[in-house]
């Protein structure tokens, strides 16, 4: 994930981590392991106690692996905008906009949506955007209309 520190700090990051993750169950697969990478002494730091506070806090070990950053591979294309793809309508809407895969994977408007169709966001998070993510309003409203079953 790519992060502008002068308005989410890697703290915050991590909050956000780990109140999504599930970090007591072991991986079955090193390709879906749950890891958080650090850049520098300070994120390792961080990162290391929050790993120690969600295991205190929750009297378990957390198997959550803490990292340094290296070489940086992107998932296949299968894996990218996952919950989009599966809404073929809302998906056909972002290929016509991006008909080229790599522009479609590096949509922060379709990074959005699919984030919404995953869960996460509020009805209010989404209503307050909805302008803004190049949907045409048919897909709008399927779009508001998926959320809603997911909304926190």
Known sequence: MDFDPSRVGYAELLEVFWKE???TSRTWSR???????YHDEQQRILANAAKDRVAAALGS???TEILPATRFTMAED????YSLRQARDLLQEFTAIYPAEADL?????AARV?????GY??????QAEIDRLGLSP???TRLLERAARWAR
């Open 78 to 81: 299968y894996h990218q905008k």
């Open 61 to 63: 070990a957390v198997f």
């Open 114 to 118: 699919n984030g919404y169709l995953a």
């Open 31 to 37: 390709q879906y392991r749950p890891v958080v990478f």
């Open 138 to 140: 048919a897909g709008r």
């Open 105 to 109: 994977v590096g949509s922060t408007a």
């Open 21 to 23: 993750h599930s970090p």
């Open 121 to 126: 966001g509020s009805r209010e998070q989404l």
